[in-house]
């Protein structure tokens, strides 16, 4: 079992910037793929970023491209999400999720075996 916590939402200002994390606890998140994803108020849960395992390969939404930085520390288990220019769009909440077989905007959500509780974002106007 991975226990995924995320950390960091809060309310910002349109342009400005918030830095949201996810610690694994449980067992180590080596070997898995790590995405965030997002949820607005009567919207599908849709993918924002990804980086994978190997080679740390990283993959966009085209809506956040050069906007928001995905990165990963293993030795500390934990996933970030830099979120910059940030737009009244982006309001969401913020999900962090790891699967073991697959990576990117194509990976579908089936295929994520744990996710964390959620993180509520808030770009005012």
């Known amino acids: 079992q991975v226990q995924l916590v995320e950390s960091g939402g809060g309310l910002v200002q349109a342009g400005g910037s918030l830095r949201l994390s996810c610690a694994a606890s449980?067992?180590?998140?080596?070997?898995?793929?790590m995405a965030w994803f997002r949820q607005a108020p009567g919207k599908e849960r849709e993918f924002v970023a990804a980086i994978s395992w190997i080679f740390t390969s990283t993959y966009y939404a085209d809506s956040v491209q050069g906007r928001f930085t995905i990165s990963r520390d293993n030795a500390k288990n934990t996933m970030y999400l830099q979120m910059n220019t940030l737009k009244p769009e982006d309001t969401a909440v913020y999900y962090c999720?790891?699967?073991?077989?697959?990576?990117?905007?194509?990976?579908?959500?089936?295929?994520?075996?744990?996710w964390g509780q959620g993180t509520q974002v808030t770009v005012s106007s």
């Open positions: 999720a790891a699967s073991k077989v697959c990576s990117g905007s194509g990976c579908p959500k089936e295929k994520y075996d744990y």
């Open positions: 449980g067992r180590t998140f080596s070997g898995y793929n």
